[in-house]
T-cell receptor, first 114, second 118 residues
């Protein structure tokens, strides 16, 4: 099993630039989650999808953040324009909705906005 | 809404000793799932152990075991024979059995940073 695949692993860019983070969930998993982790705020759920449909985006901090899941094997999290306070580690996770299955996390993208 | 509380921001233990990390949660549900995740310095989030609330028997995975006290809403993690590789941030998480439009999210605690002293 390939696991959840995120890219890039690291991203450094200047403020104002558009940033796109990518995620490939585990095949067969129908739920996908995007998290942000910072020292100050810990692990925050940004948005999650079920069967490619966004279910809850109440954790998305601002309109500058958007996420899409065009098909069952791909999702993106976009920040436009980026700001230094967006610097964080962004995780994607996927799970099956069958009884109590855990979420499986990708290795995360460390994003640094200069 | 459910909440998960880890009251120990940091813990340390001597190598080969046993350590227990605390987790409490608040819910009005009777059936749910609980998890412990480990995040080492490599930043990967690794599932350590899972407990179904309807099971009275405490889950175990090698050196890792839980003490699940449903009435007290407590879910502590015991690590026996601590090893240097156990050093990590540990997160407790709650998952409802109720699906919202087919999906179930996790509610995480704030984490406990565990240091292993050689």
């Amino acid at each position: 099993d390939a696991g959840v695949i995120q890219s890039p692993r690291h991203e450094v860019t200047e403020m104002g630039q558009e940033v796109t983070l990518r995620c490939k969930p585990i095949s067969g998993h129908n739920s996908l989650f995007w998290y942000r982790q910072t020292m100050m705020r810990g692990l925050e759920l940004l948005i999650y999808f079920n069967n490619n449909v966004p279910i809850d985006d109440s954790g998305m901090p601002e309109d500058r953040f958007s996420a899409k899941m065009p098909n069952a094997s791909f999702s993106t999290l976009k920040i436009q324009p980026s700001e230094p306070r967006d610097s964080a580690v962004y995780f994607c996770a996927s799970s099956s909705t069958r009884g109590g299955q855990p979420q499986h996390f990708g290795d995360g993208t460390r994003l640094s906005i200069l | 809404a459910q909440t998960v509380t880890q009251s120990q921001p940091e813990m340390s233990v001597q190598e080969a000793e046993t350590v227990t990390l605390s987790c409490t949660y608040d819910t009005s549900e009777s059936d749910y799932y609980l998890f412990w995740y480990k995040q080492p310095p490599s930043r990967q989030m690794i599932l350590v152990i899972r407990q179904e609330a309807y099971k009275q028997q405490n889950a175990t995975e090698n050196r890792f075991s839980v003490n699940f006290q449903k009435a007290a809403k407590s879910f502590s993690l015991k690590i026996s024979d601590s090893q240097l590789g156990d050093a990590a941030m540990y997160f407790c998480a709650y998952r409802s059995t109720i699906k919202i439009q087919g999906a179930q999210k996790l509610v995480f605690g704030q984490g406990t940073r565990l240091t292993i002293n050689p």
